[in-house]
């Protein structure tokens, strides 16, 4: 049943008020929903840090939204790459310099459909250690300052986390046997899931004042399959883009402004999104959240791997 608790038309941005004096960290935010969740906050008056792989891309977005909200629009960008354990600590090291108030950070950042089994850097399967790893070392790293403001942090999602195993496969996490691109895609949007939905558990038993919200874009059209994904999966996706199954990427961008922003989300353990066919597309709001994403046992056997494989100890 679609949630009707925004209206027919669901959330949109014309719920937001004046933004100014917040500020917004958004993972991957040259292009994509990322881009039109910064555009929207922009638009609103609040600023912007973009933590982003690409200084080239990074500059060119950052220039276009000068041109469009001028040229003293609170927008930068830190160069960042996820896929890195120490391109994470440095730049959580410069915002933390550069950045007094966090109002929501947006995890927006991920790789897709790798066609075949890559390792970072760091020697984890590329798709675990760019979308988990490196926002759960990056969470962690800002977790005070986003404290300080009590202000949320935001996982976006996939309904990939519906497809694959549909759990954590600790014996073999970099698939060294076995890989296959969605699977483990699933697997790496699965374990955001589960550290968000583990963290509020946390944040709870701790009395933290911190709130933790998981979305996901639905079938948006972005350039991450593009990016990432092989070349019989551009076409899919390409031919699927001319349906009315998929959306633009500014509608992509709604749920993750929503739950950055919205005052009225009273319920944390919930999967946020579109809420029309198959909830691909749709009117946002509260979507299908099934029980495997939040196996208590299996979050907490993954919290502690993750610890123990970024070398990074929460203080929570």
């Known amino acids: 049943m679609a949630d009707t608790s925004f209206g027919p038309k669901g959330w949109t941005p014309e719920r937001l008020g004046n933004l100014s004096g917040k500020t917004y960290v958004i993972t991957g935010a040259n292009a994509g929903a990322g881009f039109q969740a910064a555009r929207i906050l922009l638009g609103k008056g609040a600023e912007v840090v973009m933590l982003n792989r690409s200084a080239e891309k990074s500059a060119a977005a950052v220039n ?64 675990l250690g760019t979308n988990h790893y490196g926002h759960f070392t990056l969470c962690g790293m800002l977790f005070e300052r986003i404290e300080e403001t009590q202000g949320r942090i935001v996982v976006v999602a996939s309904l990939g986390y519906n497809m694959g195993l549909k759990t954590i496969r600790f014996d073999d996490m970099n698939w060294n046997e076995g890989y296959g691109a969605n699977t483990a895609y699933s697997q790496s949007k699965l374990a955001q899931m589960m550290f968000a939905y583990e963290l509020q558990d946390r944040v709870k038993a701790a009395g933290r004042n911190v709130e933790v919200y998981v979305c996901h874009p639905g079938s948006s059209a972005t350039s991450l399959i593009s990016t990432s994904g092989s070349w019989t999966m551009r076409l899919i996706w390409w031919l699927m883009t001319k349906t009315p199954m998929v959306q633009t990427a500014e509608q992509g961008a709604y749920p993750e402004v929503m739950c950055a922003t919205e005052e009225g989300l009273t319920e944390q353990r919930a999967l946020y999104g579109p809420t029309g066919t198959r909830e691909f597309v749709g009117p946002v709001g509260r979507g299908t959240l099934n029980a495997h994403a939040y196996d208590k046992p299996v979050m907490v056997k993954l919290w502690e791997r993750s610890e123990k494989d970024t070398g990074f100890s929460w203080s929570i």
């Open 64 to 127: 276009e939204l000068k041109q469009e909200f001028g040229a003293a629009a609170p927008v930068r960008f830190i160069r960042m790459d996820l896929a890195e354990q120490a391109s994470v600590r440095m730049a959580a090291d410069e915002v933390l310099k550069t950045t007094p108030r966090i109002d929501a950070l947006i995890c927006n950042a991920a790789i897709a459909q790798v066609p075949t089994r890559k390792l970072t850097p760091d020697g984890f399967e590329s798709q």
